[in-house]
């Protein structure tokens, strides 16, 4: 009879034994997932997630909370607009952004300068799965790269979506053909002018690089300078 209580007590107290092990296991798992939470929140909270509730284009578009923003380093071809005509792929590099975040969540990551003259916000747009939208575009060749001090974080990484969208042929760079001419750019600004345009002649002599197409600027990584080169495209068969 004693023994009996005693083998009973034993198995209790066995089982208590586990018991208490289990339940250090699971104290244990849960300040595995705690640390795990803590870490996430931490690389999330670098960043925060705004709704976006409308595209203008392929690189302009308003937050849920008001607030424009345009896409850093790059630029899209316009839509039409104040009676202009749309660019070629305005449209299409418009749809392809609404497609990527439209009604969605993005976070935005900010570079040295956070507005520009027209108030926007100047950001470089993630998407949930890490995706740098502002590089996607150029990879499809919705966009092409726009240098502008002292917004420089991702050059480099633009630079190159855009050279590999060219060398693909991709959006813009496709059915592309051109006849040789004379354009200067300006090594400050990454610009590139008509040699005839009045602004050419104002860039210092040291600051002048001379392209013969308009390719061959963009491939450098200069952008068509605005009121000098009215289209920046040049195709086989006009779009
Ligand atoms: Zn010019």
């Not at 600051?207 to 450098?220: I, L, P, V």
Request: aromatic share 14%.
């Amino acid at each position: 009879m004693v023994k009996t209580n005693e083998i009973k007590l034993r198995s209790a107290a066995t089982s208590l034994f586990d018991v208490r092990r289990w339940t250090f296991d699971v104290r244990c798992s849960v300040c595995l997932i705690f640390l795990i939470l803590c870490t996430a929140a931490g690389s999330v909270s670098a960043q925060t997630w705004y709704t976006v509730k409308w595209v203008n284009d392929g690189d302009t578009i308003v937050l849920t909370n008001g607030k424009r923003v345009r896409y850093i380093g790059i630029n899209s071809p316009e839509i039409d607009h104040d009676k202009q005509r749309a660019q070629p792929f305005g449209y299409a590099a418009k749809t392809f952004n609404k497609q990527m975040v439209l009604n969605r969540k993005i976070g935005l990551e900010f570079d040295r300068e956070r507005h520009d003259r027209y108030g926007r916000l100047l950001a470089y747009i993630f998407l949930p799965d890490g995706i740098l939208l502002n590089e996607h575009m150029l990879q499809k060749g919705y966009a092409f790269f726009l240098f502008r001090k002292p917004n420089l974080k991702y050059n480099q990484r633009l630079l190159k979506a855009q050279q590999e969208a060219m060398k693909a042929k991709k959006g813009l760079w496709n059915n592309w053909s051109e006849q040789k001419k004379r354009y200067v750019g300006n090594r400050n600004s990454r610009r590139f002018h008509m040699k005839s345009c009045p602004h050419a002649r104002n860039i210092k002599r040291s600051n002048r690089t001379y392209f013969s197409t308009k390719w061959d600027a963009f491939k450098a990584g200069y952008a068509p300078a605005s009121g000098c080169i009215k289209e920046f495209w040049s195709y086989r068969n006009s779009p």
